[in-house]
């Protein structure tokens, strides 16, 4: 896998995949990862919602054979296809020649998502880049939005329990309301993601007192997706190795191992 073979060129020890309501590519990320040296942690980003607004769960160490979890991301990919299809005819409507064949091309064995929406249009001249496309057309309020299926943090956070992952609030900074992250720990939250590139010092320091104050685990990640050039590329961003340690004492003390 490109991501663990980047990986290990930039000397990183260890990587998480947490693909977006998919773990499709988790048992080749690991072999690959077990070749090269680079530990591979199975982890997913969970789409959920409270009150309008949009909350990304982290899963770490998750058993990618759980059936709860599996239907749940099998019922997550066919409502991405579904909702991509609609952005697709919300496009055509406002004079964009684009198909769905044109943006299945970038998705390779991932679930759909708004970013190769994006790469289709720019691949076709419609768009210079993602500022453009997501400025104008399909970011949350444009004309050729559409919502996303999802479920509630409470209710994504007893599906990661139940499959024996870590759930961990993923870059809170875009969120606010740091008023839920106590109701997020009383329904099992075990981390807050605190290092993150689009955090500054200040919202770093408020979420580490806040992982303290509710005995969280403090966890940071890049966000990279590949080789897109407005996220952070892999080696950009790392945390300190002691937040592996902590969640894999976690890991451990689960009922059971995650399979991979």
């Given at each position: 896998?490109?991501?663990?073979?980047?990986?290990?060129?930039?000397?990183?020890?260890?990587?998480?995949?947490?693909?977006?309501?998919?773990?499709?590519?988790?048992?080749?990320?690991?072999?690959?990862?077990?070749?090269?040296?680079?530990?591979?942690?199975?982890?997913?980003?969970?789409?959920?919602?409270?009150?309008?607004?949009?909350?990304?769960?982290?899963?770490?160490?998750?058993?990618?054979?759980?059936?709860?979890?599996?239907?749940?991301?099998?019922?997550?990919?066919?409502?991405?296809?579904e909702r991509a299809q609609k952005?697709?005819?919300?496009?055509?409507?406002?004079?964009?020649?684009?198909?769905?064949?044109?943006?299945?091309?970038?998705?390779?064995?991932?679930?759909?998502?708004?970013?190769?929406?994006?790469?289709?249009?720019?691949?076709?001249?419609?768009?210079?880049?993602?500022?453009e496309v997501f400025g104008k057309?399909?970011?949350?309020?444009?004309?050729?939005?559409?919502?996303?299926?999802?479920?509630?943090?409470?209710?994504?956070?007893?599906?990661?329990?139940?499959?024996?992952?870590?759930?961990?609030?993923?870059?809170?900074?875009?969120?606010?309301?740091?008023?839920?992250?106590?109701?997020?720990?009383?329904?099992?939250?075990?981390?807050?993601?605190?290092?993150?590139?689009?955090?500054?010092t200040k919202q770093t320091q408020?979420?580490?007192?806040?992982?303290?104050?509710?005995?969280?685990?403090?966890?940071?990640?890049?966000?990279?997706?590949?080789?897109?050039?407005?996220?952070?590329?892999?080696?950009?961003?790392?945390?300190?190795?002691?937040?592996?340690?902590?969640?894999?004492?976690?890991?451990?003390?689960?009922?059971?191992?995650?399979?991979?």
């Amino acid at each position: 896998m490109d991501t663990v073979k980047i990986a290990s060129q930039q000397g990183l020890a260890a990587i998480a995949i947490a693909d977006h309501d998919d773990v499709s590519g988790i048992r080749e990320a690991v072999k690959t990862g077990n070749e090269l040296g680079v530990k591979v942690i199975p982890a997913v980003e969970l789409s959920t919602r409270k009150m309008g607004i949009s909350v990304h769960m982290l899963a770490y160490f998750i058993d990618i054979e759980n059936k709860e979890l599996l239907d749940f991301l099998n019922y997550m990919k066919r409502t991405r296809l579904e909702r991509a299809q609609k952005i697709v005819h919300k496009l055509n409507a406002h004079g964009m020649d684009i198909t769905m064949d044109d943006v299945k091309r970038h998705v390779g064995l991932g679930c759909i998502g708004r970013p190769h929406i994006a790469e289709a249009l720019i691949e076709k001249g419609l768009a210079k880049d993602f500022r453009e496309v997501f400025g104008k057309y399909i970011g949350d309020g444009k004309p050729c939005h559409v919502p996303k299926a999802s479920t509630t943090p409470e209710e994504a956070i007893k599906l990661i329990i139940e499959a024996n992952g870590i759930p961990v609030l993923a870059h809170p900074g875009f969120i606010g309301h740091e008023e839920w992250v106590p109701l997020f720990a009383k329904a099992g939250l075990m981390g807050v993601e605190a290092w993150y590139p689009n955090h500054s010092t200040k919202q770093t320091q408020a979420y580490l007192d806040l992982a303290k104050e509710y005995n969280l685990i403090p966890t940071g990640g890049s966000d990279s997706h590949g080789t897109r050039p407005e996220y952070p590329q892999i080696g950009d961003f790392t945390v300190p190795y002691e937040v592996l340690e902590r969640l894999e004492e976690y890991a451990k003390s689960s009922k059971s191992q995650c399979k991979i």
